[in-house]
């Protein structure tokens, strides 16, 4: 297990234009040779955008950009015509593919804060996509096939314990809260890179909430 911590990340955005970014992966110009991806995992951005800023129009392809919004409301427009408003507890999926082109902004008068994960598709290419699961609960898992990959939310109270998948690559994102884990304790923002899990548990320290990527094999 490799564990990462928030103030690891690399710090990008644009404080002056009202957007905070941390990266936990290689990005832009926070190239790293040695942190590019795990499993089909290749970002995990917490972004902060204030009342009114935003990313404008801008491309991408051959990416599963999946969102989870922590807290606040996110305007969202594609090239492909969609326009929804994700809030808190929805799940964001934008299959780029051959290449689409997205707004992401901060429409409201609260502060917006979300992750954002990219994943790594088997097969490049294709048509784009869009979906949105509104209120996704602890127990439904959202898959991801075209990454061989299934996100699982918890949410935990003090002193409760949930399984880690057992898979060849796990990745577990503390989105609010303190956990326990494998001898670690993580806490906002804390991350850790699982290979070859089996038989883990997190326990909550605190009220908590987790995103937990389970992944198949044959990944670099």
């Known amino acids: 297990m490799d564990v990462r911590r928030a103030v690891q990340r690399y710090q990008g955005g644009d404080p002056a234009a009202g957007i905070d970014s941390r990266h936990a992966f290689s990005f832009g110009p926070h190239y790293d040779p040695g942190n590019l991806r795990f499993g089909a995992v290749i970002?995990?951005?917490?972004?902060?955008?204030?009342?009114?800023?935003?990313?404008?129009?801008?491309?991408?392809?051959?990416?599963?950009?999946?969102?989870?919004?922590?807290?606040?409301?996110?305007?969202?427009?594609?090239?492909?015509?969609?326009?929804?408003?994700?809030?808190?507890?929805?799940?964001?999926?934008?299959?780029?593919?051959?290449?689409?082109r997205h707004v992401e902004r901060n429409d409201g008068d609260a502060p917006l804060t979300f992750i954002q994960m990219w994943l790594a598709p088997l097969d490049p290419g294709g048509e784009p996509a869009y979906e949105i699961v509104h209120g996704i609960a602890d127990s439904t898992p959202y898959a991801v096939p075209e990454a061989a990959a299934m996100l699982h939310v918890r949410r935990l109270g003090p002193g409760e314990r949930t399984a880690v998948p057992d898979a060849a690559y796990v990745y577990v994102h503390v989105v609010r809260g303190e956990i326990g884990l494998a001898g670690e304790e993580l806490g906002p923002g804390d991350s850790a890179r699982i290979t070859g899990a089996q038989g883990l548990e997190a326990v909550a320290v605190t009220g908590a909430e987790l995103l937990l990527w389970e992944m198949a094999g044959s990944r670099e």
């Not at 969609?82 to 808190?88: F, G, I, K, L, Y």
């Open 43 to 100: 970002a995990c951005n917490e972004e902060r955008l204030a009342p009114g800023a935003g990313f404008d129009e801008h491309p991408h392809s051959h990416t599963e950009i999946v969102t989870w919004v922590v807290e606040g409301e996110l305007t969202h427009r594609d090239s492909t015509g969609h326009e929804t408003r994700v809030r808190a507890g929805d799940v964001q999926r934008l299959s780029s593919a051959a290449g689409v």
